[in-house]
C-alpha cells in the first residue's frame, strides 16, 4: 500500500485515503480539434516501466487533486506537487534525473 | 508407538491435564500441549488423508509449515477448518475431526485412488477431463467437486461467535520472528531509542535456540533469550506481542500481523483474532529456517517426521514418536535428534547419512554407542499406516540392494532452507548457496521503499546464518561439517521409487510427477508448479517447493539457481476471514446513510431498497398486502389524490462564483448561463468521452449561485467530477462547489391534491401564476422555513420542498395530517420509477450503461446548439456517436400485455460469429402500469425512432417469445396538462 505526502495538507497519506485518478498533464482538446489529436487526448496513455506522473486525489481528507512523480517498478516516489500546473517543478525533475539519469516521459528528459 | 516420555517436556505441566476429543474419543494431553504433541501422546499417529490418492498421514512438522495434520477444529458457530494441529494449543473441551476421507480415517474406500495413480500423474486434471465433452457436466464435474476440499466447508446457517478487530501501529522497527537474531534485533532497536514492534508467531520465545542448545558468553542459550525478554519487557518503546505471526509485507514498508489472542482459550472477553496493520520505517525479518524432508520411497507414511520435528517433541512436549526411531540425514543436525532421543531414552537402531563423513555431531552419536551408516540412503520405507522398519542401500546404488531394519519412527533431513517469504513478498531477491544448498536474502537486492532505500533486512537463520554463533556474539555450539545435497534418495532411485517418494504430502505431487512435467516439456518453475500442482496446497509448499525445483533443474539438467523459486505470496500461513472483515460485519459493514424520515418510514412499513449507502423505501407495505399490491396503490393514490416522497437523497451541489454559469456550461450539455434567477432547468452531464453520466434540475439561486440536483447515487461523484475540472483544468476560474446534500431534508409533494394541502399549511403562495412549472421560490410552509421547486418527475403537479435537515421529520408531519383529508399516503421509490416511466423519462443507470449518449434517448433538445464547448461535445462528434445505426429510445407495448422481463433483447434473422441470434434492440425499462393497465417498456431499437407500429420478437428464458410493438416512449399524459397546471 503507497504513501504518498499531500502537497495540500501535508500530511503522509496511505493508498486508502486516496483516489487514484490517471495520468498527469493531459493536454484537453475540444471542438474543433482533428481526430488524432482528441483521440490522442481521449485514450493514448504512456504505461511506462520506469518513471511515471500520475494524478492521485486525496478523496478521504482535503479532497484536493495533485501530481506524484513515481517509478512503476519500484515504486519510489520522487516527489508530488499541486495539480495547478503544466508541468512538474524543476526540483523534481532535478531529483529524478539525480537517480534516473537518461529518464525520459512523453516530451520530458533529463 | 508414539507416546509421553516419563520425563521432560519444558512447555508442558505435566499437574495440569486436558480433556479434548478426536474422532469423537476422548483424549488427555496437558497444559502447554499443542494438538499435535497431544494426539502423538495417544499414539494417535494417523491423522489424515491426503488430498488426490487418500494416503495416510501423519504429523510431520512440529510448527507453521505442517502439510499433514489438518483438522476441521469447534462445532457449529465455531467450527473451522484445514486447521494446523500443529499451531493449535491444547485447551480443555477442544473438538477436532479428521479430514479428506469417507466412511472413516481407518477405512477411506478414496484410497481406490493410491491404485489408479498411475492414471492420476501430473496433469491429470488436464488431461482426463477434456473428453468427451458432454461428461464434463454430468461425470467430472460432480466428481471434482465431491473430491474437492480437504477439510468442510462450516454449515450455511452457521454465524461466527467470535469478534474481531484491527490493530494499527506505526514503529520503527518491525521485527518478525522472536527466535533469538529477533530477540537481539529488538534489543539492539529498542537500546537505540527506537519505536519497536517484536511479534513471535508462537506462544514461546526462543524460537529453536532452547531445543538445539548452544551456549552464550558460557551460559545456557535459554538464560540467555530469559534474560533478554526481561531486558526487552522493561523497555518502553519495545512493544512484544506472541501467538503473532507476520502475515505479509507490501509496499512502501507497510506490514500485516495476524494475531491469534484467543484461539488457545476460546469464549473469553477478547477477540478471537486481531489483524495489525503496521507501517514501519523497517522490517527486520528474522523468521527462521524450515527443515527439508528427504525424498525417499515411502517418505510420507506415518511415523515418518522432519528430525527437528522429532527433537521438539521430545524437548518440548516430552513425546517421542516412536520407541524406536530411525535417523535419515545429509547433514550434521540432524544428529541433535539422535542426541535428544537418547538423552530421553528412546532408541535409535541406525543413522543413515548420505555422506561419507559427519563433523563432531557425529562423532558424539557414534559416542552413545548408535550406530552411523556413512554413505547410506533410504531405499524404501516398510509399512502401512505406521513405519514398522526402514531399508537402507547404498546412496550411490539404485536402490534394489536393501538391508532392512525395524523401527516404528524415522526423522529425517534434508537441510534448512531460510524462511525468506517476508522478504520476498515485496520484491527483496535471493541468492543459491551452494555450500548450504539454499536460497537466502540477498542483501544487495532488498525490497525498496518509497524513498528507494531498502526497508527489509534479514536477520538470523532467516538470512543464511544457520548456527548459533553466526547469529549471536560470544555463542558456542557444535562446528558443524558440510551438508551433502541429496534430493532423491539413493541417487540412482529406479523408477517404482521414484513414484512413491513424495515431495509435496498434501497435494501428493511425487518426484515421478515433477519428472513427467519435466519429459512434456515443462520448463518454467511456475507452470511445472501448477501442472502438478506442487505447493498449491494450504502449506503453499512450505515442505515441497525447494526439493520439488531441485528435481525439477535436475530433469531440465539445469542448474539450481538457472530454475529458480515460485513466487512468494502472502499471507505466510491462512489467515482468518473474520480477522480480515475485523469489525466491519452484520450492521457495521458499511455505514447506512439515513434521511430525517428514515425511522418513520421503518415505523410505516418500508421495504427498503439499498441506493448507494442510502436506504430508501422501496414501497410502504400496508396490512393485508404484498410489495407489488403496494407499489400499484401507491401509483394509482398519487396519480388520483395525494403522494409524499422522501426525496432527500438526492444530491444538492452548490455552485457559486463570477465564473459559475461558465462553469456549468462547460459541465451540462444544455446552456445554464442563461437561465434567470427563480427558475429550475433540467440539465444532462456527459463525461468527456460523450456518454451520459448523470442528470437534474439546476436552480438558478442568484447570479452568482446555481443549485444542481444529482441523481441520488452520483452526488459524490458529481462532485468529484466537478472538483476534478475546476482544480485541474480551469483552475483560474473562480467558482466554489459544495456539497450539500445532506443539509436538507426534501419532501416530493405530488398529485392532484399537492396545491390543496400546501394552501391548507400555508405561508407562501404556490398558485401557477405565483410559482409556474418550473419555478422555485423560498418562502414558509406551514410555518417552516422552506425552498419549493415547481419540478415533476412524475407528470403530476408536483412540489419538491426542500426544509432544514432537522426539521424534516416535523415537516413530513405536517403534510401527513395535513394531507389526511386529501388522501395523503406515501410512496417509494418502485412508485416513483413507473410513474417516470409512463411519462417517458430516463433514468440514469436504466436507460444509461456508460455506452449511451444524450442523442439516443431522444433528449437532443437538452443539448445547447449555441455552445461552443461542453464535456462530452467533441467525443459526440465522433464517427461512431454520430452513426445512424445506433440504438435509440422507444417504448415498447406487449402484444399480451405482459411485463417484458428486464435487459431483454430483440432479435432478428441470422446468427452471428459466436452463433448467437443477432439483435436489434434491448429493454431498458419495464414495469406493470396500474395507471394503463398494461405491461409498459423503454428500450433502445436500431432506428427505433423511425419503426413505430413495428413488433418486434423478445425470446425470454423458458424458450418462448413475448411480442411487442415499437410506440411512443411517454404513455401518459403526452401533452403535459396535469404537471403544468
Ligand atoms: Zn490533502
Redesign the pocket.
Known amino acids: 500500500m503507497l504513501t504518498l505526502k499531500?502537497p495540500?495538507?501535508g500530511?503522509m497519506t496511505d493508498e486508502t485515503e486516496l483516489h487514484a485518478e490517471g495520468e498527469a498533464h493531459l493536454k484537453r482538446f475540444g471542438p474543433g480539434s482533428s481526430d488524432e489529436d482528441f483521440t490522442g487526448y481521449l485514450f493514448q496513455r504512456e504505461n511506462p516501466k520506469g518513471i511515471h506522473f500520475e494524478r492521485w486525489r486525496?478523496a478521504y481528507?482535503?479532497g484536493?487533486y495533485f501530481h506524484a512523480a513515481r517509478c512503476t517498478v519500484t515504486l519510489e516516489v520522487f516527489g508530488t506537487y499541486p495539480a495547478q500546473t503544466l508541468e512538474p517543478p524543476q526540483e523534481i525533475k532535478d531529483a529524478i534525473s539525480a537517480k534516473r539519469p537518461g529518464w525520459s516521459w512523453r516530451e520530458m528528459s533529463n | 508407538m508414539s507416546h509421553r516420555l516419563p520425563q521432560g517436556g519444558r512447555l508442558i505441566d505435566r499437574r495440569k491435564p486436558r480433556t479434548f476429543r478426536f474422532n469423537n474419543r476422548a483424549m488427555r494431553g496437558m497444559k502447554g500441549d499443542t494438538l499435535a504433541s497431544a494426539l502423538l501422546a495417544s499414539d494417535q499417529m494417523l491423522v489424515g488423508r491426503s488430498f488426490k490418492y487418500h494416503r495416510p498421514r501423519g504429523i510431520v512438522a512440529s510448527g507453521a509449515e505442517e502439510p499433514n495434520a489438518l483438522v476441521n477444529l469447534g462445532t457449529g458457530d465455531r467450527f473451522e477448518p484445514n486447521q494446523r494441529a500443529t499451531t493449535t494449543e491444547l485447551f480443555d473441551g477442544l473438538v477436532a475431526k479428521s479430514q479428506n476421507h469417507f466412511p472413516s480415517l481407518d477405512f477411506d474406500i478414496g484410497v481406490v485412488n493410491d491404485a489408479l495413480s498411475k492414471f492420476l500423474s501430473a496433469g491429470f486434471y488436464y488431461k482426463m477431463f477434456i473428453h468427451p465433452r458432454p461428461f464434463w457436466k454430468h461425470v467430472y464435474e460432480p466428481f471434482i467437486r465431491q473430491s474437492a476440499g480437504l477439510g468442510k466447508a462450516p454449515d450455511a446457517e452457521a454465524r461466527d461467535v467470535d469478534t474481531y478487530e484491527h490493530m494499527y501501529a506505526h514503529v520503527d522497527v518491525l521485527v518478525v520472528g522472536g527466535g533469538v537474531a529477533g530477540l537481539q534485533e529488538a534489543r539492539a532497536a529498542g537500546e537505540a531509542g527506537k519505536e519497536v514492534l517484536l511479534i513471535e508467531q508462537t506462544a514461546h520465545w526462543g524460537g529453536r535456540a532452547p531445543v538445539d542448545g548452544g551456549s552464550v558468553g558460557g551460559g545456557p542459550v535459554d538464560k540467555w533469550v530469559d534474560e533478554t525478554v526481561a531486558a526487552l519487557a522493561e523497555m518502553p518503546n519495545v512493544r512484544m506481542r506472541l501467538r503473532m505471526m507476520g502475515a505479509g509485507v507490501y509496499d512502501h514498508s507497510y506490514a500485516l500481523g495476524y494475531e491469534r489472542v484467543s484461539d488457545h482459550q476460546p469464549g473469553n472477553d477478547a477477540p478471537r483474532h486481531r489483524l495489525w496493520r503496521i507501517r514501519a520505517t523497517e522490517i527486520v525479518t528474522a523468521t527462521g529456517a524450515i527443515e527439508r524432508p528427504l525424498s525417499f520411497a515411502g517418505n510420507d507414511i506415518p511415523g515418518v517426521m522432519l528430525a527437528s520435528a522429532v527433537r521438539d517433541y521430545v524437548v518440548n512436549y516430552g513425546v517421542t514418536p516412536g520407541r524406536r526411531v530411525a535417523i535419515a540425514t545429509n547433514n550434521d543436525d540432524a544428529y541433535r535428534t539422535a542426541l535428544a532421543l537418547a538423552d530421553a531414552g528412546v532408541g535409535v537402531p541406525v543413522i543413515v547419512d548420505a555422506r561419507s563423513e559427519g563433523g563432531p555431531l557425529a562423532e558424539a552419536a557414534r559416542d552413545r554407542g548408535i550406530r552411523v551408516e556413512f554413505g547410506m540412503g533410504v531405499g524404501r520405507l516398510l509399512g502401512g499406516k505406521r513405519v514398522t522398519g526402514v531399508g537402507i542401500c547404498r546412496m550411490d546404488s539404485d536402490g534394489s540392494a536393501l538391508h532392512e531394519i525395524a523401527c516404528d519412527a524415522v526423522a529425517m533431513s534434508g537441510g534448512w532452507s531460510p524462511v525468506v517469504h517476508l522478504w520476498s513478498h515485496c520484491g527483496g531477491k535471493l541468492n543459491w548457496n551452494e555450500t548450504r544448498a539454499h536460497f537466502a536474502p540477498d542483501p544487495a537486492r532488498a525490497p525498496t521503499g518509497a524513498d528507494g532505500q531498502a526497508f527489509v533486512r534479514a536477520a538470523g537463520a532467516a538470512s543464511g546464518a544457520l548456527t548459533l554463533p553466526e547469529i549471536l556474539d560470544g555463542a558456542e555450539d557444535w562446528e558443524e561439517a558440510p551438508l551433502s545435497p541429496v534430493w532423491q534418495m539413493p541417487a540412482q532411485a529406479e523408477k517404482a521409487l521414484q513414484g512413491k517418494s513424495w515431495l509435496d504430502f498434501q497435494n501428493d505431487v511425487k518426484v515421478s510427477d515433477v519428472r513427467l512435467a519435466a519429459r512434456e516439456g515443462y520448463e518454467s518453475v511456475e507452470h511445472t508448479k501448477r501442472y502438478t500442482t506442487l505447493g498449491m496446497a494450504t502449506d503453499q509448499g512450505k515442505l515441497s517447493n525447494i526439493n520439488g525445483l531441485a528435481v525439477l533443474a535436475d530433469a531440465l539438467h539445469k542448474d539450481i539457481p538457472a530454475v529458480g523459486t515460485t513466487t512468494f505470496r502472502p499471507p505466510y500461513t491462512p489467515i482468518s476471514m473474520g480477522a480480515i472483515a475485523g469489525e466491519a460485519r452484520g450492521a457495521l459493514f458499511q455505514p447506512i446513510r439515513r434521511t430525517p424520515m428514515h425511522d418513520w418510514h421503518d415505523a410505516h412499513g418500508a421495504d427498503w431498497e439499498p441506493v448507494g449507502a442510502w436506504r430508501r423505501p422501496y414501497a410502504f407495505v400496508q396490512n393485508g398486502e404484498d410489495v407489488h399490491d403496494a407499489v400499484m396503490r401507491e401509483v394509482t393514490n398519487t396519480r388520483q389524490n395525494l403522494g409524499l416522497l422522501d426525496a432527500s437523497t438526492l444530491g444538492k451541489l452548490i455552485v457559486k462564483g463570477p465564473d459559475a454559469g461558465r462553469f456549468l456550461d462547460m459541465m451540462y450539455t444544455n446552456m445554464m448561463s442563461t437561465l434567470k434567477p427563480g427558475r429550475c432547468r433540467y440539465g444532462l452531464m456527459c463525461s468527456e468521452n460523450g456518454f451520459l453520466i448523470d442528470d437534474g434540475v439546476v436552480a438558478r439561486i442568484d447570479d452568482e449561485t446555481f443549485l444542481c440536483h444529482t441523481t441520488t447515487g452520483g452526488a459524490d461523484r458529481i462532485h468529484g467530477h466537478m472538483e476534478d475540472w475546476l482544480q485541474c483544468e480551469w483552475w483560474d476560474w473562480k467558482v466554489w462547489v459544495v456539497n450539500a446534500t445532506e443539509q436538507f431534508a426534501q419532501v416530493g409533494v405530488v398529485g392532484p391534491n399537492a396545491r390543496k394541502v400546501l394552501e391548507k399549511l400555508g405561508g407562501m403562495e404556490v398558485s401557477a401564476d405565483a410559482l409556474p412549472f418550473m419555478a422555485w421560490a423560498d418562502g414558509e410552509i406551514g410555518g417552516f422555513r422552506a425552498r419549493v421547486y415547481r419540478i415533476s418527475f412524475s407528470g403530476e403537479l408536483s412540489y419538491e420542498i426542500a426544509v432544514d435537515a432537522g426539521q424534516g421529520q416535523a415537516f413530513w408531519d405536517a403534510l401527513m395530517e395535513a394531507g389526511e383529508e386529501f388522501g395523503v399516503m406515501p410512496y417509494g421509490t418502485e412508485a416513483l420509477h413507473i410513474m417516470r416511466a409512463e411519462k417517458g423519462f430516463i433514468m440514469i443507470g436504466d436507460e444509461t450503461d456508460g455506452t449511451v449518449i444524450p442523442q439516443d434517448l431522444g433528449l437532443n433538445w437538452a443539448i445547447s446548439k449555441k455552445k461552443e464547448d461542453y464535456l462530452g461535445k467533441r467525443a459526440q462528434e465522433r464517427d461512431h456517436m454520430t452513426d445512424p445505426d445506433r440504438w435509440q429510445l422507444v417504448g415498447l407495448e406487449t402484444l399480451d400485455g405482459s411485463v417484458l422481463p428486464d435487459g431483454a433483447y430483440a432479435v432478428e434473422a441470422g446468427w452471428n460469429d459466436n452463433d448467437q441470434r443477432r439483435v436489434q434492440g434491448r429493454v431498458t425499462s419495464t414495469y406493470h402500469s396500474p395507471t394503463l393497465g398494461r405491461g409498459i417498456a423503454m428500450g433502445l431499437v436500431r432506428h427505433g425512432p423511425d419503426r413505430m407500429g413495428e413488433v418486434l420478437d423478445f425470446p425470454v428464458p423458458g424458450g418462448t417469445t413475448v411480442r411487442a410493438k415499437i410506440v411512443d416512449p411517454v404513455f401518459y399524459d403526452r401533452e403535459g396538462e396535469k404537471q403544468n397546471v
Open positions: 499531500c495540500c495538507c500530511v486525496h481528507g482535503c484536493k
